[in-house]
């Protein structure tokens, strides 16, 4: 404000400089205009889509940094907002949706739900919803557990409100200390239709963002949204995730019938697991899927647990089975493998964390 205290209409010499200051302004601008009026270069997403993810904001002293240093680097993301800091700051919660980003709801006083029950749980989330649909016009789609920590109590008050549950395919360990490398080393693992869990209140989580930009368009990725339908990573616009196709070289044949004894190299998969996050009562893991010499069109990954471990929610894949015994099939997007190409599914599983033997037939 203080420009305006500047008394020019008593100064006519310095109304001149200004005029004068201001036309070589004006000129400028016209000429930065005329340079970024130039065509850019689309991005190359043909290899797929991954979900940026930011937990507990909006965060006074960190969020606006982190919504520029995303938007300088061409980068989207969901943010999973706690409800009292939505509440407590509803600008910052617009300034998300201003900035292109997408808003979740984290619960209202990140508690460990999976503790409480069906109508504690209910204000935990609906005071969120509420919050953020008062700071911005529109209730959340997507809902994200604190400590991604669920059951069957919970996943019922989510249909109630009409909430996805999403959890996260890779950890970033930015909670746990982790440093703009290993960040960035974490970010580069993601998957076609995969997410990345990451903290609104990190410096080392700003830092790592244009690192992880280059990464992505190295490897010609792009920060997708989460779809409420499927809780992968896809197209901003809501397209279909970008699976991988037969290698032109290398045909699908015509479908006969699987040998019952399939091997890698010959039309054949592996597949392996990987426990990728663990907490009291419940783990999260990843499984790898991979053909083998020659593509496939369908894979089915079976294997048995070896205690009382049950999936609580799985992504990338189709669950059959009973009792200890799992089986899991390929969803209708990623069936299709190129000989040597590969998938991913995780699921969120209840129980002590364990990488039994897989087996994995191909179709």
Excluded at 68 to 78: I, S
Excluded at 305 to 333: E, K
Aim: glycine content about 10%.
């Amino acid at each position: 404000m203080a420009d305006s205290a500047v008394p020019t209409a008593k100064r006519p010499g310095l109304r001149k400089t200004l005029a004068t200051a201001l036309a070589g302004i004006a000129t400028a601008a016209l000429a930065t205009v005329a340079v970024s009026a130039a065509p850019a270069h689309a991005a190359d997403c043909s290899g797929g889509y991954v979900g940026l993810t930011y937990d507990d904001g909006p965060n006074p002293s960190n969020t606006t940094n982190l919504l520029n240093t995303l938007k300088a680097n061409g980068l989207r993301a969901t943010f999973f907002n706690i409800g009292q800091n939505a509440q407590n700051n509803p600008s910052l919660v617009r300034a998300q949706v201003d900035a292109g980003m997408w808003v979740g709801n984290h619960s209202y006083t990140h508690p460990h739900l999976t503790q409480m029950n069906s109508s504690q749980i209910q204000s935990e989330l609906q005071r969120t919803q509420q919050a953020i649909q008062q700071a911005t016009g529109s209730a959340p789609k997507l809902f994200r557990p604190p400590y991604g920590e669920t059951n069957s109590t919970l996943k019922s008050v989510e249909q109630q409100l009409g909430l996805r549950e999403i959890i996260w395919d890779v950890d970033s360990q930015d909670w746990n200390g982790a440093s703009t490398a290993q960040i960035v080393q974490a970010a580069g693992r993601l998957q076609n239709g995969q997410i990345i869990l990451m903290h609104d209140q990190y410096a080392t989580t700003v830092q790592a963002i244009s690192q992880i930009a280059a990464n992505l368009r190295s490897r010609n990725m792009c920060a997708g949204m989460i779809s409420p339908t499927t809780g992968r990573a896809v197209a901003p616009d809501g397209g279909s995730p970008v699976s991988p196709s037969p290698s032109p070289s290398s045909p699908q044949s015509p479908s006969p019938s699987p040998s019952p004894t399939l091997t890698p190299g010959t039309g054949g998969c592996t597949a392996t697991m990987e426990t990728v996050n663990a907490w009291g009562g419940g783990f999260q893991s990843n499984v790898t899927v991979r053909a083998g010499g020659s593509a496939i069109r369908g894979w089915t990954v079976t294997w048995s647990w070896p205690g009382s471990q049950s999936i609580s929610q799985l992504w990338g894949g189709l669950q059959s089975g009973s009792g200890s015994s799992v089986s899991v099939r390929n969803d209708s997007w990623n069936g299709s493998l190129g000989a040597s190409a590969s998938t991913t599914f995780g699921f969120v599983a209840n129980g002590t964390a364990a990488t039994p033997a897989l087996t994995c037939s191909a179709s």
